[in-house]
């Protein structure tokens, strides 16, 4: 029997590089998007995209939408990627995140229940933003505590860190959720929906947290998304890298070929994991860290910390990738440093192009 796999939010980053290892997998491969402008700055197929997969311009918050799906097609397997993704522009557009995020998840999940037309599998790609701050150890007591969001009062005071608190790696199995923006509510709204609709129906599921996805096919224009595109463009023009609060704020950056493996394998096998599975390098870095190695890559005078801060950014954000390594048989490949090269080889050829 022909298989077939859907991919919603295909034309996007993530969507193009997963899409590609997906077409190899399966008999049909369908992206479904609606080339929303705010990531593509043309309305056009992405070059991208591998020629195998099926684009299906549309936009997932209404019925007709998956009405129109389901009347031809019974999925095997979906990858469910759409989303609004900015943190910061969740705070002003919630609505938009809510819609998208939410309702645009509960629309997919009616259309197969009232079709019948159920998946055997879904995957999921959620994000670090549902930790929030995370789990902190007290320095004194060896307590583990929950700090919460930064109050504005306590950013503009410059009060980055929790005091005498010692920021913990993400651990889906140990660390709680506690979104501080959000986007990070939707997502893990969206990993709720998923979880109980597809248990109710006995659909194997699989939920990624994803961390900091960089590389080659990142948005170059989305003003709300890309931190390590947005540092890369700034060195490029041989500017100074303007680095926020002190320079330490941490993430974790991970390799798009390395993400795009971890839904591959989740896609294609599936997992008998109930956890969700944290996927990213395994590496904590700074900010500052990060600007100096892109700064250095082009050139560029170094960066500079310029103390300033946005709402709803959490401070620290790494996580522990021991059980994703061992439950997916899978690992980071790339280094930060050989990553940010191929990133940097591919906004040049992006640039060149563009002048032609
Ligand atoms: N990129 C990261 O660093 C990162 C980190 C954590 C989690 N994630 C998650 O990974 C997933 C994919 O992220 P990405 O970086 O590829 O994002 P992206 O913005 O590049 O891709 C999302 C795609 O969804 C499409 N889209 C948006 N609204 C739509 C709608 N209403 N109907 C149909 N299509 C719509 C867009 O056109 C775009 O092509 C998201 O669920 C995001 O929450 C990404």
Not at 27 to 36: E, G, T
Not at 61 to 66: F, H, I, K, P
Not at 168 to 175: D, E, H, Y
Not at 179 to 194: D, F, M, N
């Amino acid at each position: 029997m022909a298989r077939t796999c859907i991919i919603t939010g295909g034309a996007g980053f993530i969507g193009c590089s997963v899409g590609a290892e997906l077409a190899r997998q399966f008999d049909q491969v369908i992206a479904i998007d609606s080339l929303h402008p705010q990531v593509h700055q043309q309305p056009v197929r992405p070059a991208s995209l591998h020629e195998k997969v099926k684009l299906v311009i549309a936009d997932i918050t209404l019925a007709e939408t998956w009405q129109a799906l389901v009347q031809h097609t019974r999925p095997d397997v979906v990858v469910h990627l759409v989303a609004e993704t900015g943190t910061g522009q969740s705070l002003t557009e919630g609505s938009r995140h809510a819609s998208v995020n939410v309702v645009g998840t509960t629309r997919m999940l009616d259309a197969f229940a009232g079709s019948g037309r159920l998946p055997e599998r879904i995957v999921l790609t959620s994000s670090r933003a549902v930790y929030g701050e995370g789990a902190w150890r007290d320095n004194r007591t060896g307590e583990i505590v929950y700090p919460g969001q930064r109050s504005r009062a306590q950013l503009e005071r410059g009060e980055w860190d929790f005091p005498g608190l010692t920021c913990l790696p993400f651990a889906a199995v140990s660390t709680e959720p506690r979104p501080t923006s959000i986007y990070g509510a939707t997502k893990l709204a969206q990993e709720h929906i998923v979880r109980t609709w597809a248990s109710s129906f006995g659909i194997d599921v699989a939920i990624l947290r994803l961390q900091n996805v960089y590389g080659p096919g990142q948005s170059l224009s989305n003003p709300y998304t890309g931190i390590v595109s947005l540092f890369a463009s700034l060195a490029r023009a041989n500017q100074s890298i303007p680095i926020y609060e002190d320079g330490q704020i941490i993430r974790d950056f991970v390799f798009i070929d390395d993400v795009a493996a971890a839904l591959c394998r989740v896609a294609c096998k599936g997992t008998p994991s109930i956890n969700p599975y944290d996927v990213g390098s395994g590496q904590a870095t700074s900010i500052l860290q990060l600007g100096t190695l892109i700064a250095h890559l082009y050139g560029a005078p170094p960066p500079h910390v310029n103390g300033a801060f946005r709402n709803g950014d959490v401070r620290h954000a790494s996580c522990d990738i021991s059980p994703t390594r061992t439950g997916l048989d899978w690992k980071p490949m790339w280094s930060l440093e050989d990553g940010l090269r191929a990133l940097c080889d591919w906004i040049d050829v992006q640039q060149t192009l563009a002048r032609r």
